[in-house]
């Protein structure tokens, strides 16, 4: 059982930073990919950026990249999501996710991210 708890949403004004940080308690594996996924009101909850948990690679969404940067402290259990250069249409809830077999098992409460024009 993995349990995941974000922290650090907020409102900030356009073309602002955040730094999101999810904490994972309870047993990581190398093999787990940790993902953070957004939904907007009325919109599908989608992918923004993942990691693997034991090589570092990352993926990101055409629209996020080159703005946000994932990564993860193995000894704190800890990944993160820096936001760079922030839009309006970044505005949504922000989810943390494990990814044990094929698909995310295990989800985070959320944190709001409010951005501003």
């Known amino acids: 059982q993995v349990q995941l708890v974000e922290s650090g949403g907020g409102l900030v004004q356009a073309g602002g930073s955040l730094r999101l940080s999810c904490a994972a308690s309870?047993?990581?594996?190398?093999?787990?990919?940790m993902g953070w996924f957004r939904q907007a009101p009325g919109k599908e909850r989608d992918l923004v950026a993942a990691?693997?948990?034991?090589?570092?690679?990352?993926t990101y969404a055409d629209s996020v990249k080159g703005r946000f940067t994932i990564s993860r402290d193995v000894a704190k259990g800890t990944v993160y999501l820096q936001m760079n250069n922030l839009k309006p249409e970044d505005t949504a809830v922000y989810y943390c996710?494990?990814?044990?077999?094929?698909?995310?098992?295990?989800w985070g409460q959320g944190t709001q991210v409010t951005v501003s024009s």
């Open positions: 990691i693997n948990w034991s090589g570092g690679s990352t």
């Open positions: 996710a494990a990814k044990v077999t094929r698909i995310y098992n295990y």
């Open positions: 309870g047993r990581i594996f190398s093999s787990y990919v």
